[in-house]
């Protein structure tokens, strides 16, 4: 089973290698594809010695639909680049999809700083209520619902929130219990209790019915700076 990696960045030449690095020591068969969406940090000459790289118009959602479009795995991940993967994930996303009920899924999250909030949050992560899952836990689908479910849904914010929940719908969704290591720079920037009440904020608004555009532009008021995605 070949597991294409699709990994969005955008000015991330300080972050990349740790993600590139946790994936290139994983065993089996798989690629990958960095899509970059008009860094000018350096970035693509970094990644160019690790992985491939493709150009694409800024937008998380663009970004990886258009990567997933150049892949050739029966299995596709999404990761961010801030993002690294645990020992042996793709053996444990293969032994999911052997189930041919499950669809995809996602990897519970830990933090790469210890604060005690960050604990808390990254505990509940272990649960399945949707507001614990989002695109920096990972995300593997089967390339065939995938492509039923017509990719990422092209909008300015909230992608992550949106393909989950059409993924669930279209199967089972399971979750693997070994965590992903995520970047927790955005909570120590905006501080740890904030920010996750701004992220509460956002889903439930976005579950009601706000629009992503609108959510994104009051998130990054909130910020002081834009955003790729849901960096939630």
């Excluded at 070994?178 to 920010?195: D, E, K, N, Y």
Aim: include cysteine; charged fraction near 20%; hydrophobic fraction near 40%.
């Amino acid at each position: 089973m070949k597991i294409s990696v699709v990994i969005p960045a955008l000015n991330e030449a300080e972050n990349i290698l740790p993600c590139l690095h946790s994936v290139n020591h994983q065993p089996g068969e798989f690629e990958i594809l960095v899509v970059d969406g008009g860094s000018i940090d350096g970035t693509i000459e970094v990644v160019r010695q690790h992985a491939r790289v493709i150009l694409s118009a800024q937008g998380r959602a663009v970004q990886m639909n258009s990567g997933a479009r150049q892949t050739t795995g029966e299995v596709l991940l999404f990761l961010h680049a801030d993002s690294c993967l645990p020992s042996y994930a793709f053996p444990l996303i293969e032994r999911a999809l052997a189930d041919s009920r499950t669809v995809g899924g996602t990897f519970r999250l830990r933090f790469d700083r210890h604060a005690f909030l960050l604990r808390v949050i990254a505990f509940f992560s272990r649960f399945r209520f949707r507001y614990f899952h989002y695109g920096d836990q990972g995300i593997f689908v089967r390339r065939s619902t995938f492509e039923e479910l017509s990719g990422f849904t092209e909008i300015p914010f909230m992608e992550d929130v949106d393909f989950l929940r059409r993924l669930r719908r279209a199967g089972r969704v399971t979750l693997l219990q070994q965590p992903i290591t995520t970047s927790a720079r955005r909570f120590v920037a905006s501080g740890i209790l904030r920010q996750q009440l701004i992220n509460i904020v956002l889903v439930t608004s976005y579950l009601l019915g706000a629009r992503p555009a609108k959510l994104k532009r009051w998130y990054e008021g909130k910020r002081g700076r834009g955003s790729s995605g849901t960096d939630l």
